[in-house]
């Protein structure tokens, strides 16, 4: 069980399954929506995925029509996005982890 938040800690989410595969993600939008060089993000489960506190600060940006980018609307932390044609997985932004994680599969893309 994975424990997460946004900076502000008005949203919580909880991940029931391990997180083994992390992704380095370098693209052009994906720097412009972290403000960052790259962006550690990991697939996971939408069924494993649980805002367990502050869902109405959820909100989502779409920069391409099929994929929503969900962060928080009082902090801005980006949390994780999801494609509307793939509604069972969800990419995680890692940084907004609690509880540490032991990954095997990493990679850049
Ligand atoms: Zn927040």
């Known amino acids: 069980m994975h424990k997460g938040s946004c900076l502000c800690r ?3 989410y ?8 992390v992704s380095m993600c370098h693209c052009k939008q994906r720097q412009k929506a972290q403000g960052s060089a ?3 993000v990991a697939p ?3 069924a494993a995925f649980r805002i367990t506190q502050g869902t109405e600060y959820l909100k989502e940006y ?7 980018r969900v962060f928080c609307s009082e902090c801005g932390s980006p949390l ?3 494609r509307d044609d793939l509604p069972e997985m969800k990419r995680l932004r890692l940084g907004t982890l609690d509880t540490p994680i032991l990954v095997n599969k990493r990679y850049h893309a």
């Open 10 to 12: 008005k949203i919580r």
């Open 14 to 21: 909880a991940v029931t399954d391990d997180i083994d595969e």
């Open 44 to 46: 996971i489960r939408s």
């Open 80 to 82: 994780y996005s999801a």
């Open 62 to 68: 779409r920069a391409t029509p099929n994929r929503a």
């Open 38 to 40: 790259f962006a550690a």
